[in-house]
């Protein structure tokens, strides 16, 4: 394959499940060492790094709120224990705060592209 990947380390935000879950076992299969990171999702996490490893990937998972700064700084610590400095990172967590998501929402759905006919 003209992607070759082998050994990158690859960090995926939210990678639990849904894109950054299938994100995470694309990467490994062009050869990077793949950083499942998940917030609420522990046993998907482990599921995936389970996967990966099954067919020959190397993967760890690590818990961080991407938005709290001193964990994600423990993430990154964690990481370049394990494997060394991250060479891609895959933003693929949300960080919703829900009392602002509806007032939002409404917001941008009440611009002229949403009301032409």
Not at 28 to 38: C, D, M, P
Not at 54 to 59: D, E, L, M, Q, V
Not at 93 to 110: D, E, G, T
Request: glycine residues 8%.
């Amino acid at each position: 394959s003209s992607l070759q990947l082998k050994d990158k380390v690859v960090l995926v935000t939210g990678a639990s499940r849904g894109i950054g879950e299938t994100t995470a076992k694309l990467f490994s299969l062009y050869g990077a060492k793949v950083v499942v990171n998940y917030f609420k999702g522990k046993s998907d996490a482990r599921k995936i790094v389970c996967e990966i490893a099954k067919h020959g990937g190397a993967a760890f998972e690590v818990c961080a709120d991407v938005s709290d700064r001193e964990q994600v700084k423990k993430m990154i610590s964690k990481i370049s224990k394990k494997y060394g400095p991250v060479d891609i990172l895959v933003n693929n967590a949300v960080i919703m705060q829900s009392k602002i998501f509806i007032p939002r929402l409404l917001w941008n759905c009440s611009g002229k592209i949403f009301r032409k006919k």
